[in-house]
């Protein structure tokens, strides 16, 4: 079974719209991610969440909202969709927040490639 | 504010000779460094990591030092095969803000024949 499984794979879609993605993990881990990777393959941290909880809230545009109704899955929303918000974002889980213990390793989805026209 | 800056953006070596990527960091309380291979298509995936309490680490032929002083780290890859041929990325756990795992901006390896 997949461990971090996200969906849909790929999404194309015209600007303006509003899209989600979703993403669940079956790993027991206490904290899920989102990552954008842009065209230029940069990764960087949108979200985080620990146990339901926001944790990271790197700034990005008030149009991106993330969900998590549980601890398995976090879910991203996307408002009035732009040009520049094509790229691949990324889910990830790991056991616990980042630090100096064990609890780091990240599991990434497969990725969830978004096209704006 | 957290930054990783890494070198060089793009590599290419000769099958069977070594490879040297190297990243700084900006925040002297990091104390977990990884590293994360993404093939062409696919999903990043943690191939080795290091703490702040060691300097060296080694697993086959990959292989981590951190600079604590100076505040870099660098992977080796030792007899590179294609197999080697991805994008690496380091990254840094920062220890403001959530404890937040920062990448650097990624080294397209190529392993040429």
């Known amino acids: 079974d997949t461990a971090v499984s996200q969906t849909p794979k790929y999404l194309v879609t015209q600007m303006g719209n509003d899209k989600s993605i979703k993403c669940e993990q079956n790993l027991g881990h206490d904290t899920m991610y989102w990552y954008k990777q842009d065209s230029k393959k940069f990764l960087k941290i949108m979200f985080s969440?620990?146990?339901?909880?926001?944790?990271i809230n790197e700034t990005v545009p008030n149009r991106f909202s993330p969900k998590s109704p549980d601890k398995a899955h976090l879910n991203l929303h996307i408002n009035s969709l732009e040009l520049g918000d094509s790229a691949v974002y990324f889910c990830?889980?790991?056991?616990?927040?980042?630090?100096?213990?064990?609890?780091?390793?990240?599991?990434f989805g497969a990725g969830s490639r978004l096209t704006v026209l | 504010g957290e930054n990783v800056e890494q070198h060089p953006s793009t590599l290419s070596v000769q099958e069977g000779d070594s490879a040297v990527i190297k990243c700084t960091y900006s925040d002297s309380a990091s104390n977990y460094f990884p590293w994360y291979k993404q093939e062409l298509g696919k999903r990043p995936q943690l191939i080795i990591d290091i703490r702040s309490n060691v300097g060296e680490k080694k697993d086959q032929r990959i292989a981590v030092t951190l600079n604590k002083t100076a505040k870099h780290f660098s992977l080796h890859i030792t007899e590179t095969q294609p197999e080697d041929s991805a994008v690496y990325f380091c990254a840094a756990v920062f220890t403001g803000g959530g404890n937040k795992l920062t990448f650097g901006t990624g080294t397209q390896l190529k392993v040429e024949l």
């Open positions: 990830a889980s790991s056991r616990d927040i980042p630090r100096f213990s064990g609890a780091n390793v990240l599991t």
């Open positions: 969440y620990n146990n339901k909880e926001l944790i």
